[in-house]
């Protein structure tokens, strides 16, 4: 139902504005390129315009993929043997409430996100990756922020297009993070088993913000999955942090009034209402806002620290991502890898 869903905007009106994203990318593949000291080739011919339906329409496989490898391992720890009808009937009533799950979360994102890289990790083929821009929630923001959406497409293109020089560049990046989620859901999997009454109780406490500060989902993880998790949250805070980065420090080159803009749009992250503070930590998307902060300032301490010049060194290979406790901590990152420290130098996971 989602999928076919009606839009604010036609299918003329999605197409009359591709040429302002096409004019926009024209300024900044360049632009970004000759500031990260890298060529985008082909990235611009891979962009589309879409409304919120587009995108959900483009995620469903994504999501369909990974609940696909989720299921198949919680089924058979809960059925090991045999199968049969029992096993059946439980993969029907799984699907029907996945199903409604999985409507209720591309629901709800789909009328919040406003631009994407689309890279499909978990696929079994290395597809190259599009950028995707949800015109329609585009449009509803700027209104909101009292900005021009021209400028304001612009910035959010600049955030989107560091995200493909960040995987395109950067060959070494997909398999790596892409191994390290495969490793997640084994493990996920594995974990499960071990979930009894307690846990479910934690989580409820999680749920309601009651106990320590952990997410309600590192709650739920064994050692091994939180040490993982943990260190994937690291990667996906630079990824998102340096987009965030770039979108400004490029951005005031490209992007009229881009202070004011930014300035605008972070305030309206800190800004949200009961339902959607339960909702983003329901789905655990309050994580990747932390992620755009604790980024963000982590590649800003580099950059003030030891010139822009020295960002070049965090995509050197996975040796040079940021270990336990230096998104937290860059001048542990600046010690270990621009000044050859071997405190803490041991090989990553």
């Known amino acids: ?110 009328q919040r996100v406003l631009g994407q890289y689309d890279l499909a990790l978990l696929s079994a083929e290395a597809a190259p990756g599009r950028l995707l821009f949800v015109e329609e929630n585009i449009r509803e923001t ?52 071990g979930m009894g009454r307690e846990a479910v109780r934690g989580l409820g406490r999680a749920l309601r913000g009651e106990g320590s500060g952990e997410h309600w989902m590192v709650r739920l993880m064994g050692d091994d999955q939180r040490r993982l998790f943990r260190e994937t949250q690291d990667v996906m805070s630079l990824l998102e942090g340096f987009s965030d980065y770039v979108m400004d420090d490029v951005g005031k080159d490209l992007v009229p009034d881009v202070e004011r803009i930014s300035a605008r749009f972070h305030e309206r992250r800190t800004k949200r209402t009961p339902f959607e503070r ?16 604790r980024g963000e300032i982590f590649v800003r301490t580099i950059a003030d620290a030891r010139g822009k010049p020295a960002l070049a060194r965090l995509w050197e290979g996975p040796e040079s991502m940021p270990r336990e406790g230096e998104i937290e901590h860059p001048e542990r990152w600046i010690a270990r890898v621009l000044d050859g420290s071997t405190a803490d130098a041991a090989s990553p996971a």
């Open 278 to 293: 339960a909702m983003l930590r329901l789905t655990g998307m309050d994580l990747k806002i932390e992620q755009y902060k």
């Open 142 to 193: 700027a209104r909101t922020l009292g900005v021009p959406v021209g400028p304001f497409r612009t910035w959010i293109a600049l955030h989107e297009t560091t995200h493909a020089f960040e995987f395109e560049a950067h060959p070494w990046l997909r398999p790596y993070l892409a191994s390290r989620l495969e490793r997640q859901l084994t493990l996920f999997g594995s974990d499960v088993r």
């Open 1 to 110: 139902r989602l999928e076919h869903a009606p839009g604010t905007l036609s299918a003329e009106e999605l197409r009359t504005a591709e040429p302002a994203y096409a004019e926009a990318m024209a300024r900044i593949v360049p632009a970004l390129s000759s500031a990260l000291g890298t060529e985008l080739p082909g990235v611009v011919e891979r962009s589309g315009v879409v409304d919120r339906a587009g995108w959900v329409r483009a995620n469903t496989a994504s999501f369909a993929s990974l609940i696909g490898k989720l299921e198949k391992d919680l089924l058979d720890q809960v059925a090991p043997t045999g199968g049969g009808l029992t096993k059946a009937t439980m993969a029907l009533a799984n699907r029907w409430i996945t199903t409604r799950q999985l409507g209720l979360l591309l629901g709800f994102m789909g």
